[in-house]
Every structure is written in C-alpha cells, then in structure tokens.
C-alpha cells in the first residue's frame, strides 16, 4: 500500500504578515511556497480555516476531468461571485448545473458560431479604426471596448444603446474589484457588511439586471429575428417543452457577459504585448493570413481555421498568462490521487499560472514559444494545459473566444505594425488575470 504523502503547510501568520503584499498580488507568495514546498502546501488563512493550493497537472486533471463528479465549485464561485452574477453556468452546480448546460451548448455549437462571425469581423474592423498610431497606448481599455461590443452584438445585435452597454461594462468592473477585496481580505468581512459597502455593489448588479431585463423586453416585442445568441437562448427549450424564466436568461446573460469580454480583452492584450516583443511572428501572421484572404472567397470561418500560425500564438499567449490563473474545486467525498488524501470538503485551488510554467512540464516555460502549439506537437500538453479549464465544466464559451482572437490579431496584423515601449509584461490578478500598464505603439504598415 502505498504512504499517504505530507501536505506542507503554510502558518496563518505567514499568510498575515504577507496580506498587504498578497492583496496587491498573490502569485510571488505562492510561486514562494511552492519553491520551498513542492507542488502542494495547505495554507491556513485564520478562523479555523484553510485552503489547498497545488501546481500539480496530475491532481488537476484528475479533479476536473477524471472524478469530476466527486468535486465542486467552492463558495467564492457559488456564494460569493453569484450574489454579483446570479446562478449562471459559472456560478452554478449538480442538477441545475447540468440542466442549464445541457440546453445552453448547441447554441455555442460551431455551426451556429460560423453565422456569428461575420459580425464579429464587422465590430473588431470597425474598432481597429480607434487605433492612434505613434504614439504610447495602452492596449487594455481598447480590447476591453473591443471585446464588449463583440459579446454585446453577437448576443443582442444592436439592441443595446450606448449607454447601456457602459453602464454594464463600469458595473462589471466595480463589482469585480469589491469581490477581490472581499476574497484577498476576508478578516475585513465586518467592515464590508457594517458599512453597507457590499450592499452598494449589489445595487448597482441589479442595475445591470434590469438593463438586461428591458433589452430581452424590447426583442420580444419586437417579433423580429435576428439570429443572434439572445434569439438562440430564447428559442431553447428543455426536455419537457418549457423555457427559461427572465431570472435564469439574465443569469445567463451576466456570466456571457463577464466570461465572454473580460477573459479576452485580457488575453488579446497580454498577446499583442508578446507580439510587439517578437516582429518576427507579427509577419508570418501577416504573410498567412494575407495568403488566405486572397484564396477562401470571404468565407470567415475557413479563413480563422487556416489562420493557424495566429492560433499557436494565442495558445502560447494563453500558456503564458491565463485568464483564469486560479481555478478551485471542493471534494463532495474523501479522496485519494498521487499520493495525496484528500478528507471530505477539502478547499483544492490550482494555480493554473504554476502550472502553465512548471519546469518540469514545459521547455523554456517562461519563454515565448508558439512553435510548441504546432499541430502535431500541441496534443502533447493536453494534461497539463488549461486556458478554458477541463472537464466537463470546461468554458462553454472558449471556441468563439479563439475564434474572436485569432480574427482580431489577423486583423490587426493587416493594417499595422506593433513596437514595443517596454521590456517587461506586468500583470494585475485580480478575479481574472490581468494586464497593467499594457502599452505598445501602432505603426501604420507600409505597404
């Protein structure tokens, strides 16, 4: 029989004495911990409580596709994130979970995406018109403007006003950061319930609901069709004929919202940064998709599958800086893997950054390597690789966000150059993993 393995653990005054620090960014505390301890080490975070921080691949993939059954979002998904969101797909579990997915995939289904993407080309060309050229920009709020629209008309087409769509993105924001605070800062639980702080945050959510709430009025009564994601939601039904109630589609709507525009504003950011470091993949990008424009007869979706030199990039971008650095899961029963044993209810959170970097997983793990994603390579790092997650609880929502990507940096490559400002790619973790000071300078491309 073999030994139960040790879980190192990590003092609640180390964590305390280091709160400031891991307020402003977590991930040298953990990157420390697990230099000194290995792959996992259970950190003790006061008030009788703990969590379990791993850059195991083994154990992840494990968890979240071999027994997933056996695990569960924590609390800071299905308390904390959904008093902001609702009961979405992202916030929600078991047999309500399984429902809402079942009836919500086919409209994620390619098909249905391919008859998106000629208004997604629209609204990315009709934003790359915003790019200053020559100067210092910082490319976060521009992607960020980018990808909100894009989520916005491929789920509503042009239902929503203007100042509609700003409200939902500030609120988005906002709402993000308190829940940050509230997570990294949990001894200041009291202040933020005393003082009505939270309270506030949770009025203006219900802003954002009852903007939904009047967009999803107006399309009914309009009885027209679009072919838009808000049609395909409200045209499905479950098994026995019935639809979703308003609460369920606005749930619905807020998680598209939040998962379908934050994660890739990020990603795009983090990824023209790295192409600003390497003009030698700006131009293969270029020169490919130049070649396919000029061969596929403006069909879109054939155009984004061959553009495959663009995709590894955003893969080895995602590899790099994964938007979902974190992802966390409770064991429903005891458990055992790899020498671990893990008692019922344990608080499991992988570092998706540790593991995306580990040295024994990846050659040169902190450097730029797009060749690593290349066809026949890049099915050599499905168990250890995890941008949109894995499993069944995998992002409903990752294939039209590549696909937005991978049309945005073609694009983009078409019309400009990008030249570096800086040497160094910083990051802001916070809910998502976040770019800081993401500058870069646009040139327009000389013909």
């Known amino acids: 029989m073999t030994p139960i393995k040790k879980i190192p653990e990590v003092s609640t005054f180390t964590f305390l004495r280091q709160a400031i620090k891991i307020l402003n960014n977590p991930l040298p505390f953990h990157h420390k911990n697990f230099e000194r301890y290995g792959d996992i080490f259970k950190l003790n975070v006061g008030f009788g409580k703990h969590a379990i921080f791993s850059r195991d691949a083994v154990l992840a993939e ?32 078991g047999t309500y979970w399984r429902r809402q997915r079942k009836l919500i995939q086919p409209a994620f289904h390619k098909s249905n995406l391919e008859s998106l993407m000629a208004t997604v080309k629209q609204t990315i060309v009709e934003s790359l018109v915003e790019i200053k050229t020559e100067v210092k920009t910082d490319v976060l709020p521009l992607f960020s403007d980018l990808a909100f629209k894009v989520v916005v008309r491929a789920l509503f087409s042009n239902a929503a006003t203007d100042s509609e769509i700003k409200t939902l993105q500030h609120v988005t924001e906002e709402n993000q950061l308190m829940l940050v ?17 939270i309270d506030r945050h949770l009025k203006r959510a219900n802003e954002s609901r009852d903007i939904l709430k009047n967009i999803i009025i107006r399309r009914k009564e309009s009885q027209t069709r679009f072919d838009d994601l808000l049609d395909m939601l409200l045209e499905a039904r479950y098994e026995d004929g019935t639809e979703m109630s308003m609460n369920q589609l606005i749930d619905e709507i807020l998680v598209l919202f939040v998962a379908g525009h934050e994660t890739t504003a990020n990603a795009l950011s983090f990824t023209i940064q790295l192409l600003a470091q390497h003009p030698e993949w700006q131009e293969k990008i270029r020169s490919q998709y130049q070649s396919i424009l000029k061969n596929n007869n403006n069909d879109i979706m054939a155009a984004i599958i061959q553009s495959q030199l663009a995709k590894q990039v955003v ?12 992802i966390d899961r409770v064991n429903i029963e005891s458990d055992s893997c790899n020498g671990y044993h893990f008692d019922k209810g344990n608080n499991l959170l992988f570092s998706i950054y540790e593991i995306h970097r580990h040295k024994a997983l990846w050659k040169f793990p902190d450097s730029f390597v797009p060749e690593r994603f290349e066809p026949e390579k890049a099915k050599n790092y499905s168990s250890q690789y995890f941008p949109f997650g894995s499993g069944p609880r995998k992002c409903i929502g990752n294939n039209f966000a590549m696909f937005e990507m ?18 160094n790619i910083e990051i802001n973790p916070l809910i998502t993993l976040k770019p800081k000071n993401a500058f870069v300078k646009f040139e327009i491309l000389k013909s």
């Open 315 to 326: 893969e080895e971008s995602l590899r790099l800086y994964p938007p979902a650095y974190f």
């Open 181 to 197: 605070k509230e997570l990294r800062q949990p001894y200041l639980k009291w202040y933020f319930e005393s003082f009505g702080i």
């Open 406 to 423: 991978i049309l945005t940096i073609s694009e983009i490559l078409l019309k400009f150059s990008i030249k570096p400002v800086k040497d």
């Open 62 to 93: 494990y968890v979240l596709q071999k027994n997933w059954k056996n695990y569960k979002k924590s609390a800071i998904q299905t308390e904390d994130l959904a008093k902001y969101l609702g009961n979405g797909l992202l916030t929600s579990e």
